[in-house]
């Protein structure tokens, strides 16, 4: 696995092993993460890519009986985040995510974006303005929005709200921003709207993202990796992997011929 | 072709039977409403509207009687106030505590006994309020007449938290896990995502526990007609002896008032007064569901 060589890495999982109770779901997982490039998750449905994903900002923690075995070496401090040592919230601030289903509390726009930096317990009005209007921007909602940035964050549409919740996962600088699923849940114009941003954002931030869409890998993604049952079956540049893949699995995956 | 008729009518006879059921419990609301009325205006032929809302006395068993409805309506407001008091703060935090950070063992046990503490007869806690609470409140504050509004507010408050913190819980675990892990994901605390999240997307849920609470606080009966000490007392003290609009009824309709006389009549005054402050209760938490409904 050195296509990444002559990339710089913002992180590195090594030996992932993860556990539900008694049910092994990642086995031994290696990935190198190539800093500010996009880094696609496939496979079939319960192959373990959100799983694999959710290790990333410790959300397996909010549930007992989870159990995580390895590293996942953040650069450049070499911070291993799914060692016990390390409190979840402290990773949760450096990577962000954004969820399959577009998720906006109940509040407005503008407190919708500020919530990352309101928990870190910023409150200064001045800077928290321009922050949201930055996030907002970066997530192509500003000029959107910029009217109504103290409605509730419900009366947005679908496509929009799931671009909220980008804006919020931006507000905060994070490292990484992970991507599950994003666009499951939205229509074709939505759909494509979103793709475009995640390729604008690789120039800020590091991305990673789970998809079951393959064209839409193929279309975002500078790196993809095949999941099944567990384990990572084929790693390489996208064009690869989509071309000339060197397994078969991930060949027969890619065809359509299961899946 | 015949059975098929048959299967109409029995389709139209299971209809009516459904819509009679229906119309039942309507018809009974309506004719409560009716004799209340009724009996009511029958009171104010004897007495002006305008004493009954004014006057600041409430003697209509003395040789000559007063008819303020006031020192009722404060009684039932004070009593109202110290329990809506205990019973909100305690039954929301409750169901903050069961619904976002009890371990499910925890849960398990706690519920059930919480919900215990409705099932107890309320005349229980009328007892244990003063025989109880109140002898336990006087070492702190000498002043306390034995029959006072605290000790009952206090006790309502305790009786009613499950009310308050069961429909607050439901309400709370039915935001979706997807919103509570957006904020997880934030790098939000616990306590971040229960005040800035989970009671913001539950709030109309919360508002209808309040207002639960608040009626039944309100209709409450046994506890102040043992504990607070039967006075129509025209003050906002806690610490002396009230008469609320719902123990006058029972206290009244115990004793040998003759039908048909102005002091049985005023049975009817004070239930339509009751009647009138559940009923705006009800209204008010009506109109506040539907605004909430709307933003949604």
């Known amino acids: ?259 | 072709m015949r059975k098929r008729t048959y299967l109409k009518l029995k389709e139209r006879g299971i209809e009516f039977s459904l819509l009679l059921s229906a119309l039942s419990s309507i018809f009974i609301t309506l004719s409560i409403v009716f004799i209340l009325l009724y009996e009511a205006l029958g009171f104010f032929k004897d007495v002006s509207i305008w004493e009954f809302l004014t006057g600041k006395q409430w003697t209509p068993l003395f040789a000559q009687p007063k008819f303020g409805i006031l020192p009722l309506v404060t009684g039932t407001l004070l009593v109202t106030g110290i329990a809506v008091a205990v019973a909100l703060p305690v039954g929301l935090i409750v169901a903050i505590y069961l619904s976002e950070y009890a371990p499910f063992r925890i849960k398990e046990v706690a519920k059930p006994i919480l919900e215990l503490l409705a099932a107890v007869p309320t005349v229980v806690y009328g007892y244990f309020a003063l025989l109880f609470l109140t002898p336990i409140l006087q070492k702190f504050i000498p002043n306390l007449s034995g029959f006072n509004a605290l000790s009952p507010g206090i006790i309502m408050g305790i009786m009613i938290i499950p009310y308050v913190s069961s429909v607050s819980e439901d309400s709370m675990k039915a935001v979706p896990m997807h919103i509570r892990e957006g904020s997880y994901a934030m790098g939000a605390t616990k306590f971040q995502t229960a005040f800035k999240v989970i009671i913001p997307s539950a709030f109309s849920g919360i508002a209808a526990a309040f207002i639960i609470g608040i009626s039944r606080a309100i209709g409450e009966t046994m506890v102040v007609a043992i504990a607070a000490g039967m006075m129509p007392n025209l003050t906002l003290n806690p610490l002396e002896p009230i008469q609320t609009l719902t123990a006058y009824i029972v206290g009244v309709s115990l004793g040998d008032v003759p039908h048909g006389t102005v002091e049985y009549k005023t049975i009817f005054a004070a239930g339509i007064t009751l009647f009138f402050m559940t009923l705006s209760l009800n209204i008010l938490g009506f109109w506040f569901r539907r605004k909430i409904r709307e933003v949604y």
Request: aromatic content about 10%.
């Open chain 1, 1 to 259: 696995m050195s296509v990444t060589h002559s990339y710089p890495l913002k992180a590195e999982v090594k030996n992932l092993n993860f556990y539900y109770n008694l049910v092994q779901a990642l086995k031994n997982v290696h990935l190198p993460i190539a800093e500010k490039m996009i880094t696609a998750l496939i496979g079939p449905s319960g192959c373990g890519k959100t799983t694999y994903l959710r290790c990333f900002n410790r959300m397996h923690d909010l549930y007992p009986g989870n159990r995580y075995e390895g590293e996942i070496i953040l650069y450049p401090d070499r911070l291993n985040i799914i060692s016990p040592k390390i409190d979840p919230i402290e990773v949760r601030m450096r990577i962000s995510m954004v969820f399959q289903k577009p998720n906006p509390f109940p509040k407005t726009v503008f407190e919708n974006v500020a919530y990352g930096l309101r928990v870190r317990g910023e409150n200064r009005k001045n800077f928290l303005e321009e922050k949201v209007e930055k996030a907002l921007i970066q997530s192509a909602l500003w000029g959107e929005v910029k009217d109504r940035i103290y409605d509730l964050a419900f009366n947005l549409s679908g496509g929009q709200q799931q671009r909220l919740c980008i804006a919020r996962a931006l507000a905060t600088d994070p490292e990484i921003l992970l991507f599950d699923e994003p666009t499951s849940a939205l229509d074709p114009t939505a759909t494509s709207k979103i793709e475009e941003l995640i390729m604008q954002l690789k120039k800020e931030v590091t991305i990673l993202i789970v998809t079951h869409n393959m064209q839409q890998a193929a279309r975002v993604s500078d790196f993809t990796a095949f999941m099944y049952l567990g384990e990572i079956i084929e790693f390489d540049k996208t064009d690869k992997v989509f071309t000339h893949p060197s397994v078969r699995l991930t060949e027969e995956y890619i065809t359509g011929r299961f899946g």
